[in-house]
């Protein structure tokens, strides 16, 4: 009987051991957060109503990060409960507002949430939207249906387009506050002009700007206000001649067809519009309307399993002549060998990612903490990006372990070309004997021998201070914007409280500077064009390797 009650007496003890070690090994549980505020109109001060809040956890990993989501109630007044400690990113959205900028010149704002927490005396406000109105004219006056109304300003702005109707009305809202270009797009068929007996002639209208030019640059920007409309912005559509482009396909297989001519518009952003035709049997095309400016022609024949054959492309200028004889030459796609060439040995070796904790430089760890020799050697890669005005996609190859690569299956075309460790810039690539500086290599005629690609790591650097006329701007965005048709290589900076700024890493060449606002288009700068409203604080630079430039900039009053 003793031992009896002595084993149930050791189990007891055992049971209440086992508990308590299981209590000392699992961590303690976080009390949730919380919480509570409310958003109201920025421009009148009253509470909005279904605005919809929404806190969304910042590297909470998985699929997709967690959020957190409610809506205001009649006093404009929300509550969030439950929530992990965490930082927190702040989002909202009601239709006919928008969210304004901070004072950092951001959409976006954040908040960290302990344990425990309550925020309960959050105040945010939502801005309401503005809309263009007006119409679209011929050149007589007359109104014109079916044109598309586009207004170019902020990206990320929604409802910024319409269509025009039967009195050449549109309408254009919720638009952020902000500066816009409104362009007309009327319709437009690629056919032959009419032959009329009767004394009229056909007319080809292009898209035309308000009031009523050709060119962004030219442009009136209209200024939109908050909960405001701009009405009367009619848009007279600009006349010019219907030209004809013609030519002939060349070098196409034997019995090859439905061979497609692409032309494509380069845009501001590099990615213009595209449009297209077929070549008849005997390989001679022709194509109408096409409005003034640059475009690139290529021919195209498609084969089985998505197989592409391309012919050198061709650049025109499209003015107020027709435009004959083209020759659109077939390139079969062709493999290219080349080498790497390195003016240091830091630009031939990447830098090795940081050591682990316990684990020293150099040095890679196997099973049971035991070293197992260095690290694999970082990745280097070459990535060939299609330059503007041409319809490729980009195409990698590794550098191999003697310096050499090769890609294969390319099509002709103009590229840039881009290295995988930064931050080694690409200096110069040389085509068979000709050498050019840069990052550009030109396989628009197709292969020209192998290529060699040099590459150095020795970059410049700028830094200086932004300011308005009130003194240095605190959290001021500085563009760095490549000058067109450069190399690939767009960076921004955000200035700190005394309103100095740091570019590091940038490779040799010419380039802008200058201090965002608002209607700041990322996507139209990376290519170094659409620049023409910063012209009064833009300021050039020519960065050379070595370089530690000073620039002090210029900021508009109304950059954050």
Same mark, same amino acid.
């Given at each position: 009987?003793h *031992?009896v009650?002595?084993?149930?007496?050791?189990?007891?003890?055992?049971?209440?051991?086992?508990?308590?070690?299981q209590?000392?090994? $699992?961590?303690?549980?976080? =009390?949730?957060?919380?919480? /509570?505020?409310?958003?109201?109109?920025?421009?009148?001060? &009253?509470?909005?109503?279904?605005?919809?809040?929404?806190l969304?956890?910042v590297?909470?990993g998985?699929?997709g990060?967690?959020s957190?989501?409610?809506?205001?109630?009649?006093?404009?007044?929300?509550?969030?409960?439950?929530?992990p400690?965490?930082h927190?990113?702040?989002?909202?959205? *009601?239709?006919?507002?928008?969210?304004?900028?901070?004072?950092?010149g951001?959409?976006?704002?954040?908040?960290?949430?302990?344990?425990?927490?309550?925020?309960?005396?959050?105040?945010?406000?939502?801005t309401?939207?503005?809309?263009?109105?007006?119409?679209?004219?011929?050149?007589?006056?007359?109104?014109?249906?079916?044109?598309?109304?586009?207004?170019?300003?902020?990206?990320?702005?929604?409802?910024?387009? #319409?269509?025009?109707?039967?009195?050449?009305?549109?309408?254009?809202? %919720?638009?952020?506050?902000?500066?816009?270009r409104?362009?007309?797009?009327p $319709?437009?068929?690629?056919?032959?002009?009419?032959?009329?007996?009767?004394?009229?002639?056909?007319?080809?209208?292009?898209?035309?700007?308000?009031?009523?030019?050709?060119?962004?640059?030219?442009?009136?920007?209209?200024?939109v206000?908050?909960?405001?409309?701009?009405?009367?912005?009619?848009?007279?559509?600009?006349?010019?001649?219907?030209?004809?482009?013609?030519?002939?396909?060349t070098?196409?297989p034997?019995?090859?067809?439905?061979?497609?001519?692409?032309?494509?518009?380069?845009?501001?952003? %590099?990615?213009?519009?595209? #449009?297209?035709?077929?070549?008849?049997?005997?390989?001679?095309?022709?194509l109408?309307?096409?409005?003034?400016?640059?475009?690139?022609?290529?021919?195209?024949?498609?084969?089985?399993g %998505? +197989? *592409?054959? =391309?012919s050198?492309?061709?650049d025109? &200028?499209?003015?107020?002549?027709?435009? &004959?004889?083209?020759?659109?030459?077939?390139?079969?796609p062709?493999?290219?060998? %080349?080498? +790497?060439?390195?003016?240091? &040995?830091q630009?031939r070796?990447?830098q090795?990612?940081?050591?682990?904790?316990?684990?020293?430089?150099? $040095?890679? $760890?196997?099973?049971n903490?035991? =070293?197992?020799?260095?690290?694999?050697?970082?990745?280097?890669?070459?990535?060939?990006?299609?330059?503007?005005?041409? +319809?490729?996609p =980009?195409?990698?190859?590794?550098?191999?372990?003697?310096?050499?690569?090769?890609?294969?299956?390319?099509?002709?075309?103009?590229?840039?070309?881009?290295?995988?460790?930064?931050?080694?810039?690409?200096?110069?690539?040389?085509?068979?004997?000709?050498?050019?500086?840069?990052?550009?290599?030109?396989?628009?005629?197709?292969?020209?021998?192998?290529?060699?690609?040099?590459?150095?790591?020795?970059?410049?650097?700028v830094?200086?201070?932004? #300011?308005?006329?009130?003194?240095?701007?605190?959290?001021?965005?500085?563009?760095?914007?490549?000058?067109?048709?450069? *190399?690939?290589?767009?960076?921004?900076? +955000?200035?700190?409280?005394?309103?100095t700024?740091t570019?590091?890493?940038?490779?040799?060449?010419?380039?802008?500077?200058?201090?965002?606002?608002?209607?700041?288009?990322?996507?139209?700068?990376?290519?170094?064009?659409?620049?023409?409203?910063?012209?009064?604080?833009? /300021?050039?630079?020519?960065?050379?390797?070595?370089?530690?430039?000073?620039?002090?900039?210029?900021?508009?009053?109304?950059?954050k």
């Amino acid at each position: 009987m003793h *031992r009896v009650i002595s084993g149930v007496c050791l189990l007891a003890l055992f049971g209440a051991a086992a508990v308590w070690a299981q209590s000392q090994t $699992q961590p303690p549980v976080e =009390q949730p957060a919380s919480v /509570a505020g409310v958003i109201t109109n920025s421009l009148t001060g &009253e509470p909005l109503l279904r605005a919809h809040i929404q806190l969304q956890l910042v590297g909470a990993g998985g699929p997709g990060n967690q959020s957190y989501g409610a809506m205001t109630n009649s006093e404009g007044k929300f509550s969030i409960a439950k929530m992990p400690p965490g930082h927190y990113m702040i989002m909202m959205d *009601r239709i006919g507002f928008v969210v304004p900028l901070n004072t950092a010149g951001n959409r976006s704002s954040d908040i960290t949430l302990g344990a425990g927490d309550k925020k309960d005396t959050l105040k945010l406000t939502l801005t309401p939207v503005g809309a263009i109105t007006g119409r679209v004219l011929d050149a007589d006056g007359e109104p014109v249906q079916n044109a598309s109304v586009v207004a170019e300003g902020l990206t990320g702005s929604g409802g910024t387009n #319409s269509t025009t109707d039967d009195k050449g009305e549109y309408r254009i809202g %919720g638009l952020r506050p902000g500066r816009y270009r409104i362009k007309a797009l009327p $319709q437009a068929l690629p056919f032959p002009p009419e032959i009329r007996s009767d004394g009229t002639t056909d007319a080809h209208y292009s898209p035309s700007y308000y009031p009523g030019v050709l060119t962004a640059a030219s442009a009136t920007r209209l200024q939109v206000q908050p909960a405001a409309q701009l009405a009367g912005m009619d848009i007279r559509l600009v006349r010019t001649p219907i030209v004809t482009v013609s030519g002939k396909v060349t070098g196409a297989p034997e019995g090859a067809k439905n061979i497609s001519i692409q032309v494509q518009r380069p845009s501001a952003s %590099g990615f213009g519009g595209s #449009s297209g035709s077929q070549a008849k049997p005997d390989g001679t095309f022709d194509l109408w309307r096409l409005d003034p400016g640059k475009y690139t022609l290529t021919a195209s024949i498609f084969g089985p399993g %998505g +197989m *592409r054959m =391309q012919s050198a492309p061709v650049d025109i &200028e499209v003015t107020s002549a027709n435009i &004959e004889h083209l020759e659109l030459r077939m390139v079969a796609p062709f493999d290219l060998t %080349g080498e +790497m060439r390195f003016d240091d &040995e830091q630009a031939r070796r990447p830098q090795q990612p940081p050591a682990q904790p316990g684990q020293s430089q150099g $040095q890679g $760890q196997g099973q049971n903490g035991a =070293q197992a020799g260095p690290p694999p050697a970082a990745l280097r890669r070459i990535t060939l990006r299609p330059a503007s005005g041409n +319809m490729l996609p =980009q195409t990698m190859a590794d550098v191999g372990a003697d310096d050499t690569f090769q890609f294969e299956k390319l099509q002709p075309g103009l590229y840039h070309v881009a290295l995988s460790w930064p931050p080694v810039y690409v200096k110069s690539v040389r085509v068979g004997s000709t050498e050019t500086e840069g990052d550009l290599l030109d396989l628009r005629n197709g292969p020209a021998g192998a290529i060699t690609i040099a590459a150095s790591s020795v970059t410049g650097q700028v830094s200086g201070t932004a #300011s308005d006329s009130k003194g240095p701007v605190s959290g001021a965005l500085v563009a760095l914007v490549p000058e067109p048709d450069g *190399r690939q290589f767009f960076r921004t900076a +955000m200035a700190g409280q005394d309103g100095t700024y740091t570019i590091p890493n940038i490779p040799p060449g010419k380039y802008k500077l200058l201090v965002a606002d608002d209607d700041f288009n990322m996507g139209t700068a990376r290519t170094g064009n659409g620049l023409e409203d910063y012209a009064d604080i833009m /300021a050039s630079v020519e960065i050379h390797p070595g370089d530690h430039l000073t620039k002090d900039l210029k900021a508009r009053a109304t950059a954050k």
